[in-house]
Nanobody, 126 residues
Framework: QVQLVESGGGLVQAGGSLRLSCTAS????????TTWFRQAPGKEREGLSS????????NYADSVKGRFTISRDKAKDTVYLQMNNLKPEDTGVYYC???????????????????WGQGTPVTVSS
């Protein structure tokens, strides 16, 4: 059974930083492109950033470009999302996701992902 697990969320003041981690069991995350999503209260799930298997290709949503950085540590089989200069509008539940069949041109579309974590909440206070 495949399970993704996110960690690192919490409460932070505006302007602060957090680093989220995504690990997996049942699959080797090193062989999957991985994407971070966010779901704010009352809003649809939004694709934030994606990283290729090799780590050489990354994508970012305009809303986080320049503030968030996605990376992966092959030795730890972990994908990270470093979030800097956090804003109150970054509040939400953050999910990592992977897909058996991944299309990079559709990286931000939640429908193509068949493996999801349970999410980690992030609250940014003003």
């Amino acid at each position: 059974q495949v399970q993704l697990v996110e960690s690192g969320g919490g409460l932070v003041q505006a302007g602060g930083s957090l680093r989220l981690s995504c690990t997996a069991s049942g699959i080797d995350l090193n062989y999957y492109s991985t994407t971070w999503f966010r779901q704010a209260p009352g809003k649809e799930r939004e694709g934030l950033s994606s990283i290729s298997i090799s780590g050489t290709t990354t994508n970012y949503a305009d809303s986080v470009k320049g503030r968030f950085t996605i990376s992966r540590d092959k030795a730890k089989d972990t994908v990270y999302l470093q979030m800097n200069n956090l804003k109150p509008e970054d509040t939400g539940v953050y999910y990592c996701a992977t897909a058996d069949r991944f299309f990079r041109d559709k990286w931000s579309q939640a429908g193509q992902y068949n493996y999801w974590g349970q999410g980690t909440p992030v609250t940014v206070s003003s």
